[in-house]
């Protein structure tokens, strides 16, 4: 197009000036629009960045509290059933009102309760019974919490999953300690285990919790 103007001009006789002026013209308004569309092209793509990283965050924002529950559940799952009240209790002891009033609270179903309140020796129906629901509790929560951290991981930082990493492994063998808490252990073998356990737990969740608060931008107290 350039060549054109340029042959344009100099045969209808126009003046040097002219032509550059023609030229510089033309040329400025070529180079500015090839920049604004190199900006415009800038923008989109800078814009596609901006959205793929905010739908990340916002995923990981809807995760983390998600992830603490799941964690926090399990524990309260792993407190209730290794509690020394409801490990070492002797229900064969109690008066029919004194075992009635224990059993009711349980977490199991009627059908269940019946049978610790009917059975000849209410210890060992207790422990069978309390050991397999337990079991089944825990190997519940366990896994709801293992399979949403795995599914969700990618969208959280390196921090994060190699604390909750740590977490999964050390949850791991909770599956296998619990026996050692309804087990025929004594009174200080399960205490040293349940004291190790609370302060190991402890600890790992609390780390979490820092960085998950950390992340989210809790406000301090």
């Given at each position: 197009?350039?060549n054109?103007?340029v ?6 006789g126009?003046?040097?000036?002219l ?10 308004k070529?180079?500015d629009?090839l ?7 800038y923008k989109?793509?800078i ?34 059933y290794?509690?020394e ?24 179903e009627?059908?269940?309760k019946d ?10 129906m207790?422990?069978d019974l309390?050991?397999?629901?337990g079991?089944?509790v ?28 740590e977490i ?11 026996d050692?808490f309804?087990g025929?252990?004594?009174k ?5 285990a ?10 790992l969740?609390?780390s ?7 992340r ?6």
């Open positions: 197009m350039m054109f103007i042959t344009l001009v100099s045969s209808l126009g003046a040097t000036v032509t550059i002026i023609i030229i510089r013209f033309f040329g400025t070529i180079v629009n920049f604004n569309k190199q900006i415009e092209s989109f793509k814009n596609l960045e901006f959205d793929r990283i905010s739908k990340i965050n916002q995923r990981e924002f809807e995760v983390l509290p998600v992830l603490w529950q799941k964690l926090i559940d399990h524990k309260k799952n792993l407190e209730l290794t509690n009240w409801n490990t070492s209790a002797d229900l064969n002891s109690l008066t029919e009102i004194e075992l009635q009033e224990y059993v009711k609270p349980l977490k199991l009627k059908v269940l049978k610790i309140l009917n059975a000849p020796d209410k210890n060992l207790y422990k309390y050991m397999w629901n079991k089944i825990l190997q519940r929560s366990y896994f709801d919490f293992i399979y949403y951290y795995q599914n969700n991981k990618i969208f959280l930082t390196d921090k994060i999953n190699e604390k909750s990493n999964c492994n050390f949850l791991e063998s909770t599956l296998t300690v619990y050692l309804i025929p252990q004594t200080e073998v399960k205490q040293a349940r004291n190790d356990f609370k302060n190991t737990f402890g600890k969740t609390n979490l919790g820092e960085l998950i608060k950390d989210l931008k809790f406000p301090e107290d």
